[in-house]
C-alpha cells in the first residue's frame, strides 16, 4: 500500500541557509502534519494543514513556514537555520474520519552544521 | 499538551506478554486513548486506540479501566522487534478539521531481552 513519501530523506545545510522539506500524502489523504523531532527529544507538533488550508499550529518557529498545495502535497520552509534545528522532520496524513489515528513518513533528517 | 503518565521504560522477556501502563485521569468524556510506537529514528507507528471497551487487533490488545482514568497496552509475545518507544496519547474524537494533532510526551521504552 502506498505509504507517505518525504523528501529528500537526508539534507546537510549551513547556518543561515535556507532549506525545503516535501511530503506527498497517501492518495485520497486530505491533511498533513508536520514534526520536529531533535535528539533525544519526542516528536513535537509544528502545524497542519487541511484541504490546503491550515488548520492547527503547533510550535513552528517564525523562521519556517509551509504550505499544502492543490495536490494535497505539502512543503515545510525553513529560512535563516540554526544549529537547533537539526532534527528528524516528520511529516504524516490522514482523512477523515481520522479517528484511526495518523500515517508518518520515514522522515527528513536536517543536519545543520 | 500531553495529559497522560508513562513510566519511562521497562523490559520484558521474548516470548512473554508485555504489559504498558498508562495514566489519563483528567481524559474527557470525548476524548480517546491512543496507542503509537517509534521504532528507532523511524516514523511514529499507529498501533490501536479506543475509548471506553476493550480493543484487540492484530497487533496488541487495550484495556481501559471502567473509569476510564488509566489504560494498558499488551503485546501478547513480545518479539525483539517490539524493542521501541510507546507513546499513549489522548485526544478528543471527530471534532471536525480542527484539533486532530496528536501531542507526543514522554512515552516507555520498551526493550525486549532475547
Known amino acids: 500500500a502506498a505509504g507517505v513519501i518525504q523528501s529528500p530523506r537526508h539534507l546537510i545545510k549551513e547556518k543561515r541557509e535556507t532549506a525545503t522539506l516535501k511530503c506527498y500524502p497517501i492518495p485520497r489523504h486530505d491533511t498533513v502534519y508536520w514534526y520536529q523531532q531533535g535528539p533525544g527529544q519526542d516528536p513535537q507538533f509544528l502545524i497542519s494543514f487541511y484541504e490546503k488550508m491550515q488548520s492547527d499550529k503547533g510550535s513552528i518557529p517564525d523562521r519556517f513556514s509551509a504550505q499544502q498545495f492543490s495536490d494535497y502535497h505539502s512543503e515545510l520552509n525553513m529560512s535563516s537555520l540554526e544549529l537547533g534545528d537539526s532534527a528528524l522532520y516528520f511529516c504524516?496524513?490522514?482523512?477523515?474520519?481520522?479517528?484511526?489515528?495518523?500515517?508518518f513518513g520515514s522522515g527528513t533528517r536536517l543536519t545543520v552544521v | 499538551d500531553a495529559k497522560t503518565t508513562q513510566p519511562p521504560s521497562m523490559d520484558c522477556a521474548e516470548g512473554r506478554a508485555a504489559n504498558l501502563p498508562c495514566n489519563h485521569s483528567?481524559?474527557?468524556?470525548?476524548?480517546?486513548v491512543y496507542w503509537y510506537r517509534q521504532i528507532h529514528s523511524q516514523g511514529p507507528q499507529y498501533i490501536i486506540h479506543?475509548?471506553?471497551n476493550n480493543e484487540t487487533n492484530e497487533m496488541a490488545s487495550l484495556i481501559i479501566t471502567e473509569d476510564r482514568k488509566s489504560s494498558t497496552l499488551i503485546l501478547p509475545h513480545a518479539t525483539l522487534r517490539d524493542t521501541a518507544v510507546y507513546y499513549c496519547i489522548v485526544r478528543p474524537f471527530g471534532v471536525g478539521n480542527t484539533g486532530n494533532q496528536f501531542y507526543f510526551g514522554t512515552g516507555t521504552s520498551l526493550t525486549v531481552i532475547p
Open positions: 479506543g475509548l471506553k
Open positions: 504524516a496524513s490522514s482523512a477523515p474520519p481520522d479517528n484511526y489515528g495518523y500515517t
Open positions: 483528567t481524559i474527557s468524556g470525548n476524548e480517546y
